[in-house]
């Protein structure tokens, strides 16, 4: 049971930034959040995770919001390479990383 | 450094055989996670195995078996093979409960 929910498709033009949404309005206080990245024919990729505040790393930027019942994942300038599904997972603090993948956000990147 | 290999990359079955897939994890990585993802949907937990012994198993029925070996590595097993079991199955590693690291799977065809 994934728990999250994500648009099932969003576009974006090149190098212009992308805000994909995830909503997990029954998070408890000691859910993390996971973002996982699929491109064609690999297996998923770590994106960025986070608690409470938000994270930012080489990859991407994570915004929770204050209530923790929703996310967004930010690429601040989406190229060609960035078309992926992309996976918002919730994780109780206590079982490690055994993640339940939702069908996540099928992100598009026009040249 | 190697990240995690898996084999065979593609195999077709016929339904009633058994299938036995590999995985080896990622250098330093003591963990090893399975999934199995159908076409169009997010990769669905099978089970993770740490020090030998199965640690947690997701919604898959007994025909799913795994082992670890002293070295880390890891088998899949799946029995009586049914055609919804048509699916690319994918190992993960990681170093506890750490970031996952995903090979590019094993494609799995049963006619």
């Known amino acids: 049971d994934a728990k999250t929910t994500q648009p099932n498709s969003m576009e974006s033009n090149e190098e212009e930034p992308v805000h994909l949404p995830c909503n997990h309005s029954t998070i408890s206080g000691t859910d993390y959040i996971h973002w996982y990245r699929q491109l064609p024919s690999q297996g998923p990729e770590y994106v960025i995770h986070g608690l409470t505040s938000n994270v930012n790393n080489r990859m991407a930027s994570l915004a929770i919001a204050e209530d923790r019942k929703s996310s967004t994942l930010i690429l601040h300038r989406a190229t060609l390479r960035d078309a992926a599904v992309y996976y918002c997972?919730?994780?109780?603090?206590?079982?490690?990383?055994?993640?339940?993948f939702g069908t996540g956000t099928s992100l598009t990147v026009i040249p | 450094d190697a990240g995690v290999t898996q084999s065979p990359t593609h195999l077709i079955k016929t339904r009633g055989q058994q299938v036995t897939l590999r995985c080896s994890p990622k250098?330093?990585?003591?963990?090893v996670s399975w999934y199995q993802q159908a076409l169009g949907q997010g990769p669905q937990f099978i089970f993770q195995y740490y020090e030998e012994e199965e640690r947690q198993r997701g919604n898959f029925p007994d025909r799913f078996s795994g082992h670890q070996f002293p070295n880390y590595s890891s088998e899949l097993n799946v029995n009586a093979l049914l055609l919804g079991d048509s699916a690319l199955y994918l190992c993960?590693?990681?170093?506890?409960?750490?970031?996952?690291?995903f090979g590019e799977g094993s494609r799995l065809t049963v006619l």
């Open positions: 993960a590693s990681s170093y506890g409960p750490g970031e996952l690291f």
């Open positions: 997972i919730r994780t109780p603090s206590n079982t490690g990383n055994q993640f339940y």
């Open positions: 250098s330093g990585h003591d963990t």
